[in-house]
């Protein structure tokens, strides 16, 4: 059983910057690739990013790529998500979410989510 805390959002201006954390229970951590999601009002919900068990291999959504990062610390049990140019659509609830597999997002647990505004 694994268990998401999310945390780092919150209201920022257009060209800004936020990072988001995502803190896991649970021994599984470090063997299994981890995902963040986003779901704007009225949206369904998107993948953002995703990351392998070791952090050696990453993935984005084009909407995002060279805009934000993601990585993990896996003596911390925490992904994080770096937003950078950040602009209004990126306005959503972020998600971050567990994998059943070590390499590829085939997400088995959700966190709670947390809101990131962007101001224009």
């Known amino acids: 059983q694994v268990q998401l805390v999310e945390s780092g959002g919150g209201l920022v201006q257009a060209g800004g910057s936020l990072r988001l954390s995502c803190a896991a229970s649970g021994r599984t951590f470090s063997s299994i690739a981890m995902g963040w999601f986003r779901q704007a009002p009225g949206k369904e919900r998107e993948f953002v990013a995703t990351i392998n068990w070791s952090g050696g291999s990453t993935s984005y959504a084009d909407s995002v790529k060279g805009r934000f990062t993601i990585s993990r610390d896996n003596a911390k049990n925490t992904v994080y998500l770096q937003m950078n140019s950040l602009t209004p659509e990126d306005t959503a609830v972020y998600y971050c979410?567990?994998?059943?597999?070590?390499?590829?997002?085939?997400?088995?647990?959700w966190g709670q989510g947390t809101q990131v505004t962007v101001s224009s």
């Open positions: 979410a567990a994998s059943k597999n070590p390499t590829i997002i085939i997400v088995s647990h």
